[in-house]
Nanobody, 123 residues
């Protein structure tokens, strides 16, 4: 199970940090990512960390490049999205997603989504 948190109301130019926590007897998590969905729009990929431990390759959408930073804490099975210089167009429900979660029994869960956290950027 994934739990996203950290959303809220922030003024333009402000910052927020989103967190995604994975619970359960987890052995490994591959392909951590953040998506968002604005009202009336399709869900889009915001940022992701490819496989490869703490220093996995990070990618960002053009719209957030240079403002958002994705990171992970492998020891705590968590990943984060630091959002700086927020704009009204960043308003959306943000979802965390894992491509694959492997638990200690060896069972693998594919394409696991968190429940979403609302970010509203408004003055």
């Amino acid at each position: 199970q994934l739990q996203a948190s950290g959303g809220g109301l922030v003024q333009p130019g402000g910052s927020l940090r989103l967190s995604c926590a994975a619970s359960g007897s987890i052995d490994s998590i591959d392909g951590m990512a953040w998506y968002r969905q604005a009202p009336g729009k399709e869900r889009e990929l915001v940022a992701s960390i490819a496989d490869g431990g703490v220093s996995g390759r990070k990618t960002y959408s053009d719209s957030v490049q240079g403002r958002f930073t994705v990171s992970r804490d492998t020891g705590k099975n968590m990943w984060f999205l630091q959002m700086n210089r927020l704009k009204p167009e960043d308003t959306a429900v943000y979802y965390c997603k894992a491509d694959q979660i492997t638990v200690w029994s060896g069972r693998k869960y594919l394409r696991v989504w968190g429940q979403g956290t609302l970010v509203t950027v408004s003055s």
